[in-house]
């Protein structure tokens, strides 16, 4: 069905460190380079978070997108060391593992079938972006 998305821009700056303990040091340091380093490093992530449009979309009408992003993303993950973080307790803080985490957060948060995508900016070159299951199991055969 044709339809219209907007596209909404969230930024929270954060800590990480990628390292797995399923690995030993050196295969760390060898698959994870620079990112590995015990003291963590920094990023100024920004989150875009896309949805279906209702059609005249004013400003009002995105006001609870904002108030949830901004309840359940940014101010869970913005200052904070994300290896902290609970679900990361058994998960590298790599950019594909957040934004299908913070995907999850916002699936059960607005109305179903209204969140289309997520996308996180990590670094100038790296996106990554989670349309969730539902999309990979309908697809062009439904
Ligand atoms: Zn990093």
């Not at 009408?61 to 990361?88: C, G, T, Y």
Request: hydrophobic residues 35%; aromatic residues 8%; glycine residues 8%.
């Amino acid at each position: 069905m044709p339809h219209v998305s907007i596209t909404r821009r969230y930024r929270f700056c954060a800590a990480h460190r990628l390292n797995t303990e399923h690995l030993t040091p050196e295969a760390n340091r060898a698959v994870f380079g620079k990112c590995n380093n015990p003291n963590g490093h920094g990023h100024n992530y920004v989150v875009l978070v896309t949805v279906k449009s209702g059609g005249s979309q004013e400003a009002r009408d995105l006001e609870p997108l904002d108030r949830v992003v901004n309840e359940a993303i940014v101010r869970r993950f913005d200052h904070q060391d994300l290896n902290r973080d609970p679900e990361f307790a058994e998960l590298t803080t790599t950019g594909e593992n957040l934004v299908k985490l913070i995907w999850d957060l916002l699936e059960s948060r607005v109305p179903a079938g209204c969140l289309e995508k997520v996308g996180v900016v990590e670094t100038r070159d790296n996106y990554f972006e989670y349309a969730g299951s539902a999309q990979d199991a309908g697809g062009l055969r439904g």
